[in-house]
């Protein structure tokens, strides 16, 4: 089974708006970790936020991370048309390996302009 | 100072022949790990290697599937035999010490079509 599961599936918004995506996991973990994937090219790291973290910034994004409830949400301010991408959440498994990332399966954000 | 390069970037192969896949890491950077991307899903960890070491290849297939890291030169991943279950992206990411906690570092990936 999935250990990060990205909610909704595919987002749709104009530009100008913001767009909230959700991951939840399953087990205890390390760290959480957003993706950034542009169709059909590689993956782009966009931040990452430990388990003793409850929110961060960069940019144009908040994460916050709730472990009691297992989930993280992105919230992208003020979209641009050039976000328009898949993004992934992956997770650190704190029984785990620090080199062993579990992705979810992403949302497909477009932003129309 | 160039990011983690994969080539090709698209490889087309015909059922039961040979795929290799190159991964040169980041400058200084002596660890590699190998993912796979398969349509409309995730990222799955594949392999862990340093410089002539595989520390961990539990999610690689038992057959076909080999890779390595070599003293000199990318680290290859190789698939013997491919068959259609095979097209994904591969993707590729190093790090200077060991672990993908901090930020990390992917390539562009490989695109594999099996015909």
């Known amino acids: 089974s999935q250990q990060g599961e990205e909610d909704p599936q595919a987002l749709s918004i104009q530009e100008g708006e913001n767009a909230t995506m959700n991951c939840s996991y399953k087990?205890?973990?390390?760290?959480l970790q957003w993706y950034r994937q542009n169709s059909g090219r590689g993956l782009v790291h966009l931040i990452l936020?430990?388990?003793?973290?409850r929110e961060k910034h960069s940019g144009r994004l908040r994460v916050t991370l709730d472990t009691s409830k297992k989930s993280s949400s992105l919230l992208i301010t003020a979209s641009r048309a050039a976000d328009t991408a898949s993004y992934f959440c992956?997770?650190?498994?704190?029984?785990?390996?620090?080199?062993?990332?579990?992705f979810g399966k992403g949302t497909l954000l477009t932003v129309n302009p | 100072n160039a990011g983690v390069m994969q080539n090709p970037r698209h490889l087309v192969r015909r059922r039961g022949q040979e795929a290799r896949l190159r991964c040169s890491p980041m400058?200084?950077?002596?660890?590699v790990y190998w993912y796979r991307q398969l349509p409309e899903e995730g990222l799955k960890f594949m392999v862990y290697?340093?410089?002539?070491?595989?520390?961990?290849e539990s999610g690689m297939p038992k057959e076909r599937f080999s890779a390595e890291f070599p003293k000199e030169g990318p680290s290859i991943l190789r698939i013997q035999q491919v068959v259609r279950g095979d097209s994904a992206a591969y993707f590729c990411?190093?790090?200077?010490?060991?672990?993908?906690?901090?930020?990390?570092?992917f390539g562009q990936g490989t695109r594999l079509t099996v015909v």
């Open positions: 290697l340093q410089k002539e070491n595989i520390i961990d």
């Open positions: 992956a997770t650190e498994d704190s029984g785990g390996s620090n080199y062993k990332l579990t």
């Open positions: 087990t205890s973990i390390n760290n």
């Open positions: 990411a190093s790090s200077p010490l060991q672990g993908l906690d901090t930020e990390a570092f």
């Open positions: 400058k200084g950077h002596s660890h």
């Open positions: 936020i430990r388990s003793n973290e």
